[in-house]
């Protein structure tokens, strides 16, 4: 679990310097994020913060509001934290956590060079978030639960921080059918966001398991290689 993680982190670490894209099959071109739900207006306000690593766009499904608190998990340069923040304005706040130390830096760049003042970045694992029981009303995450090994975990660790009656929208990929147990073992296919997904009913059924409720908003085909599908769930405490 720990070589996972590792090795991951390497991955995304490249991207953050290199600013490559393409992590779980999504790239940074303005045409392939309209694909995915970005607009136009989103995809220039901080370019730089772009790295093609999502599989849709939370915060186009979410409802967000002036004054409230947003977490965003895997929040890598910044981008769909930065997109947040503008909904929420300067009276709420967007705390950002990612487990890799050279994104956090990057983000770190972006809200100082787009001057983001209502943003904060901190590095941590989902699995176990650096934030206070009961204290955030949202929580956004693009493509990166499939990422976790312990799953049940970034669940449960959700709804210990949601407040009540918080609610959660997720951008992230499922599988339609079980992989190979070489696939499910191929770190690479991991870190592109295919071989640690899970089956889908086994992915709601993990949202149900930690006291939670969900609607999918929709569900489209991702891969073409393998049997995976994005989905966009909005999530309720």
Request: proline share 3%.
């Amino acid at each position: 679990m720990k070589n996972i993680k590792k090795h991951i982190q390497k991955r995304y670490a490249k991207f953050a310097k290199d600013a490559s894209g393409c992590g779980c099959g999504c790239c940074s071109t303005e045409e392939t994020s309209k694909k995915i739900g970005y607009t136009k207006e989103d995809i220039n306000q901080v370019p730089d913060a772009n790295l093609g690593l999502g599989c849709g766009n939370p915060t186009a499904i979410g409802e967000l509001h002036k004054g409230e608190t947003v977490l965003d998990l895997g929040s890598g340069a910044g981008f769909d934290a930065f997109l947040a923040a503008k909904k929420v304005g300067y009276t709420g706040k967007v705390i950002g956590v990612d487990m890799t130390p050279d994104m956090i830096k990057k983000a770190k760049e972006n809200a100082k060079k787009y001057n983001y003042s209502n943003v904060e970045f901190r590095l941590g694992d989902i699995e176990n978030l650096p934030i206070e029981d009961s204290s955030i009303d949202v929580i956004i995450s693009n493509c990166v639960i499939n990422l976790a090994p312990n799953k049940e975990q970034v669940f449960k660790e959700a709804y210990r921080v949601l407040k009540p009656k918080g609610r959660r929208y997720i951008s992230d990929i499922v599988l339609l059918k079980e992989l190979s147990k070489e696939q499910r073992q191929d770190p690479d296919l991991i870190a592109s966001c295919v071989g640690g997904a899970i089956l889908k009913g086994k992915y709601t059924k993990l949202i149900q398991d930690a006291g939670l409720r969900y609607d999918i908003i929709s569900a489209r085909a991702f891969n073409d290689e393998y049997p995976v599908q994005s989905l966009n769930l909005r999530i309720y405490k």
